[in-house]
């Protein structure tokens, strides 16, 4: 049995007291629950203050990215070394990264490496754009992205890694993408390329999630795929109310 992951990505929102808040609220939304795993991704500058508001809460927190290496002449980076101090999770190879950024699947594995090496859990996302979307090329650039992402790391810490299906077209569109082909598409193209490289029982226990315009509505659709063990939610975790919703739908105590 895997159990569900619920991720928030802030992405480039929230000041500190504006993250404290909706961390409060997160917290006092979830009180009780469990059957499900639920991360709060703030930006790094809110990262030691929504640290405190979890306090003993049993929610996790983590990183938007990060740099590989541990220290050195790279301003501007964060290093797992530093993160490694403040939080559990970090997401990793994000499209938003990828596109605006320059983020490359080398050096998505270089990252989750070092991630792994430090102790955090790598969200490590994947996703076909609009027109690999049409050319039908889906699982052919997931399950690419899959094997990249995973080159060189070896099965118990590649037994520790979350992995987002997030198609691109989907992100912060308003239009999510049909469940049962996100099903279709775990299934052949990561569970499929992880039992390649690692064999079944560790395709079978990775957690995967879906993200791309996931809301209190239709998170149930995908909450019920065999495949799909929860959400990386970006616009819809930025009200505690809407976050609370899904990660509730997810645990199945809604
Ligand atoms: C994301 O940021 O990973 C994401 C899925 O965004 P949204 O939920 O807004 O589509």
Redesign the pocket.
Known sequence: MRTPIVAG?W?MHKTIAEAVELTRGVRRGLMDLTGVEVVLCPPFTALAAVREAIGPAHIGLGAQNMYFEEQGAFTGEISPLMLAELCQYV?LG???RRQFFGETDDGVNKKAKAALAHGLTPIM?VGENLEQNRAGETARVVGGQVRAGFQGVGATEAARVVI?Y?PIW?????V?AVPAEVNRIIGLSIRGVLADMYGEDLAQSTRVQY?????PTNMADFAVQSEIDG???????LKADGFVSIVKTVSGQT
């Open positions: 990505n992405k997401i994000h499209s938003e996302c987002a997030e989907a992100i912060g569109t308003g999510a993200g791309g315009s996931v809301n959400a990386l939610v970006g616009g819809a975790s």
